[in-house]
């Protein structure tokens, strides 16, 4: 008997007791690899002992402080940190709770941005299709995930959504990657151009996309030509970097890779690591200026945002990740994971695509390769696919909906920064016993 409403009524759940490095273990004393990181959170593991120390002497001096009265010094070395680390053009930080606080505030940032500086009229989000940007309705909105949207249409905002970068899927047979990558850039162009360039404030997108559509990144030049685009028509570029930034894909933030710096970005997730529940929303000097000279504030704020205890965590992980020099770490076990899921199933008949980058992975399952023909949503793939790897002791991120809402299956992997090979293998060898024991009960 619970009291609690879980994610799902009809399931019980295993009760997590302790956890250590990459293991959580619960109360019947099994033990399980957090191949997923929770949901791309754990980026350390658990139980590090330089963010439990951290947060032992942040409770010793102080828990909270409205931010309506005090700022406190451990936010303040936060926000100092992520600038000091932040793309070219990010000058301020405002701390939240979680990455769908984060990208609710992106949205009103962009939306003030505009009302500050006399160009009301701007009003239109533009975002991709198979995206997700949180569960607020704002952020709900804005993603592309139908299945998260459809209970709530009737309340969610107008928004407008563009093919997403997805070249298993969306790109040509024989087209270039240069080719394919303007072709999707300039479905932007095109939406923006349809609304009126005057009317669009934003357009939003993940890096790397996450959970919707299993560690899809972008081709070629596609986001230097979307940042192109925005400043063409004076749209700003808002990047939910909530799943895969903060070092999950082997560069502190996903866009590095891309040589593109956003107007906005969201990042929650392995910002703390899951030590706190934090988020955070980096804005240019530009956008803060619009602020500072206009009304003189953000017109906006939650009751536990800049939280101290939160700002330990952050400041703590962010240490450590610099510190251990697990970037590199990131970067070396991404190619060693990339390497064994090729050779495990790279021949496999039902996995379509590999994909993705550093500790940001997955696969693509479908019922005939040649076609790309995904499962029968009814066969729920991904859901056996977790059930049979947990019960070898294994946490993946598997979710159905992949191509279009409705059909597809992948599996995502995020595991933290600090596994080494002999794990990469261990977690590959599970899923391969998981993933070939659920399609047999689909055959």
């Not at 939406?191 to 009126?196: D, E, K, N, S, Y």
């Not at 191509?403 to 899923?431: M, S, T, W, Y």
């Amino acid at each position: 008997m619970t009291h609690l409403l879980h994610r799902t009524t009809r399931a019980t759940l295993p009760v997590a007791a302790q956890a250590q490095g990459i293991h959580i273990i619960d109360t019947e004393g099994r033990s399980y690899i957090d191949a997923s990181g929770g949901a791309a959170v754990s980026c350390l593991g658990h139980g590090h002992p330089h963010v439990l120390a951290a947060l032992h002497a942040q409770l010793d001096r102080l828990a909270y402080a409205h931010t309506g009265f005090f700022t406190t010094e451990v936010a303040e070395a936060l926000g100092e940190r992520l600038i000091a680390d932040a793309p070219e053009g990010l000058s301020h930080v405002y701390l939240l709770s979680g990455g769908s606080e984060a990208m609710e505030a992106a949205l009103k940032m962009a939306r003030q941005y505009f009302v500050e500086t006399g160009q009301p009229e701007r009003r239109h989000i533009i975002a991709r299709r198979q995206s997700y940007h949180g569960n607020t309705l704002g952020a709900l909105a804005t993603g592309g995930n139908e299945w998260r949207r459809e209970p709530f249409r009737p309340l969610l905002v107008e928004t407008h959504h563009i093919a997403p970068c997805y070249a298993y899927r969306e790109q040509q047979e024989g087209e270039s990657d240069a080719d394919y990558a303007a072709r999707a850039a300039q479905a932007l162009e095109d939406r923006v151009l349809a609304l009126g360039p005057d009317s669009v404030a934003a357009f939003v997108a993940e890096t790397v996309v996450g959970a919707t559509a299993g560690a899809v990144p972008p081709v070629a030049d596609y986001l230097k030509r979307i940042r192109e685009i925005c400043d063409r028509y004076g749209v700003l570029l808002i990047l939910d970097e909530v799943m895969c930034g903060m070092g999950r894909t082997g560069t502190l933030h996903a866009c590095e890779q891309d040589g593109v710096s956003p107007d906005i970005m969201a990042i929650a997730k392995g910002l703390g690591g899951g030590y706190q529940p934090i988020g955070a929303t980096l804005l240019s000097r530009r956008i803060y200026d619009a602020f500072a000279n206009g009304s003189g504030f953000f017109q906006h704020g939650h009751t536990y945002m800049g939280h101290p205890m939160a700002a330990a965590a952050g400041l703590a992980v962010q240490e450590v990740i610099a510190r251990d020099g697990l970037l590199e770490n990131v970067q070396a076990m991404g190619r060693h994971l990339n390497a064994r899921l090729h050779t495990t199933f790279g021949q496999n008949p039902h996995v379509g695509d590999i994909r993705g980058r550093g500790l940001f992975q997955a696969i693509e399952l479908v019922a005939d390769r040649e076609r790309k023909t995904p499962f029968a949503p009814a066969h729920k793939l991904h859901a056996r696919i977790k059930a049979a790897a947990m019960a070898r002791g294994l946490m993946v991120y598997p979710m159905g909906g992949t191509v279009d809402g409705v059909q597809g299956d992948h599996v995502l992997l995020a595991p933290p920064f600090i596994v080494r090979e002999a794990d990469i293998d261990d977690i590959v060898d599970r899923l391969d016993d998981a993933v070939t024991e659920a399609l047999a009960q689909v055959a």
